[in-house]
């Protein structure tokens, strides 16, 4: 779904930030965009050694927002973490 908040997201960007967060030996082997969201850019993503994981990407901070909408990528994760420790 288009969104004017939503980053475009690309292998090549995928691929950059796979390189800064898992090392350089991190090989993208496939890139698929999750078009459902409203807010923040999602995509599915495969290495090369079969490691799977969705790559989400919030806007700018510069990005105009809501009240609510501020931060919600940080506070999915603060409630991911919540629900990791408590179950």
């Known amino acids: 779904?288009?969104?004017y908040s939503k980053v475009k997201l690309s292998?090549?960007?995928?691929?950059?930030?796979?390189s800064r967060h898992f090392g350089s030996k991190a090989r993208l082997a496939r890139?698929?965009?999750?078009?459902?969201?409203?807010?923040?850019?999602?995509a599915s993503l495969e290495l090369a050694?079969?490691?799977?994981?969705?790559?989400?990407?919030a806007p700018p901070d510069t990005m105009p927002a809501l009240r609510d909408?501020?931060?919600?990528l940080r506070a999915e994760v603060e409630a991911l973490q919540f629900v990791r420790q408590a179950t």
């Open 1 to 3: 779904m288009e969104s």
């Open 11 to 18: 292998p090549h960007i995928a691929a950059e930030i796979l």
């Open 31 to 42: 890139f698929t965009e999750l078009e459902e969201g409203l807010y923040n850019a999602a």
């Open 49 to 57: 050694d079969g490691f799977r994981c969705v790559l989400k990407v």
């Open 69 to 72: 909408e501020k931060n919600i």
